[in-house]
T-cell receptor, first 116, second 112 residues
Framework: EAGVTQFPSHSVIEKGQTVTLRCDPI?????LYWYRRVMGKEIKFLLHFVKESKQDESGMPNNRFLAERTGGTYSTLKVQPAELEDSGVYFC??????????????FGSGTRLTVV | KQEVTQIPAALSVPEGENLVLNCSFTDSAIYNLQWFRQDPGKGLTSLLL?????REQTSGRLNASLDKSSGRSTLYIAASQPGDSATYLC???????????FGQGTTLQVKP
């Protein structure tokens, strides 16, 4: 079984530019989550998809962040325009429909975003 | 609001020692609790998942315990090895929201 795949692994962009991160969950996992870790802080929840629907986006920091999951497969997270404080590592995770209670989460390797 | 604290923040030990990493959380209404490992520049690797009804889980040299009522979990690492060097993260799954709530982690260094 392939794991959760994220790309790019690293991205360096200038302030004001746009960046799009992609996550491919494990096949068949209806639940897809985005988390991020900014420097010196703990990993925090951003949002949760169930298939193509946003179940919970309470962690999205502001309207510069837009997440989509067309067709309920892969997801993208766009930051437009990027600000310096957006720098950090963005993680994607997926779980089965009856998770996370029974099976927990599987995380991708993350995308390290640096805004300069 | 769930808050997770991990103690110690950092730990450096010689190879072969047995270790205990501590995790405390403020809201006992959890589905389960996962322990993860993060290597520098890498993603999160799940180590153990303890259901809220369980007291402990074991995998190889790792043993995790859960005391839900007191809001505590410990990760015990037996006979530590240099390859165990990483950051260990504790994350309960909130019973209300289904979200993982992370602590800051314990950064472990095992010296040969």
């Amino acid at each position: 079984e392939a794991g959760v795949t994220q790309f790019p692994s690293h991205s360096v962009i200038e302030k004001g530019q746009t960046v799009t991160l992609r996550c491919d969950p494990i096949s068949g996992h209806d639940n897809l989550y985005w988390y991020r870790r900014v420097m010196g802080k703990e990993i925090k929840f951003l949002l949760h998809f169930v298939k193509e629907s946003k179940q919970d986006e309470s962690g999205m920091p502001n309207n510069r962040f837009l997440a989509e999951r067309t067709g309920g497969t892969y997801s993208t997270l766009k930051v437009q325009p990027a600000e310096l404080e957006d720098s950090g590592v963005y993680f994607c995770a997926s779980s089965r429909q009856d998770s996370p209670k029974n099976y927990g989460y599987t995380f991708g390797s993350g995308t390290r975003l640096t805004v300069v | 609001k769930q808050e997770v604290t991990q103690i110690p923040a950092a730990l450096s030990v010689p190879e072969g020692e047995n270790l205990v990493l501590n995790c405390s959380f403020t809201d006992s209404a959890i589905y389960n609790l996962q322990w993860f490992r993060q290597d520098p520049g890498k993603g999160l690797t799940s180590l153990l998942l303890i259901q809220s009804s369980q007291r402990e889980q074991t995998s190889g040299r790792l043993n995790a315990s859960l005391d839900k009522s007191s809001g505590r979990s410990t990760l015990y690492i037996a006979a530590s090895q240099p390859g165990d060097s990483a950051t260990y993260l504790c994350a309960p799954v909130s019973g209300n929201t289904g979200k993982l709530i992370f602590g800051q982690g314990t950064t472990l260094q095992v010296k040969p």
